[in-house]
């Protein structure tokens, strides 16, 4: 059984994240929180699910972006099986942004 996600931890993150107004108050968060590491891979995630999106291959997006077929095989598995939305909607909002 997976662990328990959602907690008053992550609730605590979550609600923050949510009070952000701008990219760079998100970057402010980020950098004290993350490592730089961390900001790096979640962001290649990102853009590979939106390589993914936009129906690229795993050879072209490894090239672009040097993520490993491992993640790229990750990302692949949240779009299109254990799938909670989460990238859909920011692209969505993204992409429809005035």
Known sequence: MPKK?????TDLLYDAIVTLKTREECAMLFKDLCTIPEIKSMSQRLVVAKMLKDNMVYSE?????????????????SLNYDNCGGYDLVFDRMENKD
Request: aromatic content about 4%; charged content about 25%; glycine content about 4%.
């Open 5 to 9: 996600i959602n907690d008053e931890f």
């Open 61 to 77: 997006i490894v090239a672009k972006t040097g993520a490993s077929t491992a993640t790229i095989s990750r990302v692949n598995r």
